[in-house]
C-alpha cells in the first residue's frame, strides 16, 4: 500500500507587509489628531487590533496583534504580518489625510517574498495582484530585487515630491532573519516560566538593542511570540517574532539616522543568531 502523501507544514506568516504613506502640507498634530478609534475602525479592513500605545512629543507608535502601526503628524507607517489584508486600509487613510486637509507626497510598499504565499488573501495573493491594486489609488512604480526564485524583496514607489527635495532626509534600516537558533528562541514561549514582557526585553538582549532612555512597550503572545515598540526621540524602533523552528522569523527595524549601521546590525545578529 503506497504511503500517504504527506502534507505541508503551514505555520505563521512572520515576513510582513509595509506601507508608507507621506502627506504635505500638515500642520499643528496632523495624522496624531485622528483618534485611536478611528486608527482601530481603519485597521479592522486589515483585520488586526491595536493592544498598545506609547507617544512622545515626536509620534504615536500602536502596537498591533499583527506587528505595528507608527503615526506621525506627516505620515503613516503601518507594517502587518500574517495573513493581514494591509492595502484594505489604504482608503481609510487617504481619508484621514484628506480629514486634516493635506495631500498625498509619497507612497511606498514593500515586503519579502511570503513563507506560504499561498495563505494570503485578496489583494495579497501575488505581488503583481499587490501592484494592480496600488494603481486603484496611487501613480507609481514596482519593482522586485533579487532573483525570482529565492529571498528577494517587492517594491511600490509612488513619489508626487518636489525635485529637488528639500525636506528632511530620512532612512531606514530593516533586517529580516530565518532558521533562528532554538536555544535563543526559548525565551520567547509562555511555557512555565511566567516571564512578564519587560523580563522577556532583558533576558532576550533586546533591551541593548536600543538606544539608554528609549520607551518600550512589550508583548508576549501565547502561547508564543513577541513585539515591541521603541521611542527614541523623532525615531522608532519596532521588533517582531515568531519563534516555532518551522517558521522562525525575526524583523528588526529603525529609522534611527546613523552614518553607519554596521554595528547595530552585528550586535543584532549576536542577539538572535540566525541561521
Not at 526564485?149 to 525636506?167: H, L, M, S
Not at 553607519?260 to 545578529?269: A, E, F, G, M, N
Request: proline share 6%; charged share 20%.
Amino acid at each position: 500500500m503506497p504511503a500517504a502523501p504527506s502534507l505541508p507544514i503551514i505555520g505563521f506568516e512572520g515576513p510582513e507587509k509595509k506601507l508608507e504613506i507621506d502627506f504635505c502640507g500638515v500642520t499643528g498634530r496632523g495624522l496624531r489628531d485622528i483618534s485611536q478609534e478611528d486608527w482601530q475602525l481603519c485597521l479592522n479592513f486589515a483585520r488586526c487590533t491595536i493592544i498598545g500605545k506609547q507617544s512622545n512629543d515626536h509620534f504615536d507608535a500602536y502596537l498591533l496583534s499583527e506587528s505595528s502601526l507608527m503615526v506621525y503628524g506627516h505620515k503613516v507607517i503601518l507594517k502587518t504580518c500574517g495573513t493581514t489584508m494591509l492595502l484594505k486600509t489604504i482608503p481609510k487613510v487617504l481619508e484621514f489625510g484628506s480629514r486634516i486637509g493635506t495631500v498625498v507626497e509619497f507612497v511606498r510598499f514593500c515586503r519579502s517574498n511570503f513563507n506560504f504565499p499561498e495563505e494570503q488573501p485578496f489583494p495579497h495573493s501575488s505581488f503583481e495582484q499587490e501592484v494592480e491594486y496600488l494603481d486603484q489609488f496611487f501613480d507609481g512604480s514596482s519593482y522586485v530585487l533579487g532573483p525570482l526564485n529565492g529571498t528577494r524583496w517587492n517594491v511600490y514607489v509612488a513619489d508626487y515630491g518636489a525635485i529637488p527635495y528639500e525636506g528632511e532626509i530620512e532612512q531606514q534600516l530593516e533586517v529580516q532573519m530565518s532558521n533562528l537558533d532554538p536555544e535563543v528562541m526559548k525565551v520567547f514561549f509562555k511555557g512555565d516560566s511566567c516571564l512578564s514582557p519587560a523580563q522577556v526585553t532583558d533576558a532576550s538582549g533586546i533591551r541593548g538593542l536600543l538606544p539608554e532612555g528609549s520607551i518600550i512597550d512589550d508583548f508576549v503572545f501565547d502561547p508564543c511570540g513577541y513585539s515591541m515598540n521603541g521611542l527614541f526621540g523623532k525615531s522608532y524602533y519596532t521588533i517582531h517574532i515568531t519563534p516555532e523552528a518551522h517558521c522562525s522569523y525575526v524583523s528588526f527595524e529603525t529609522n534611527l539616522p546613523l552614518s553607519r549601521y554596521d554595528d547595530l546590525i552585528k550586535q543584532i545578529v549576536a542577539t538572535f543568531k540566525p541561521g
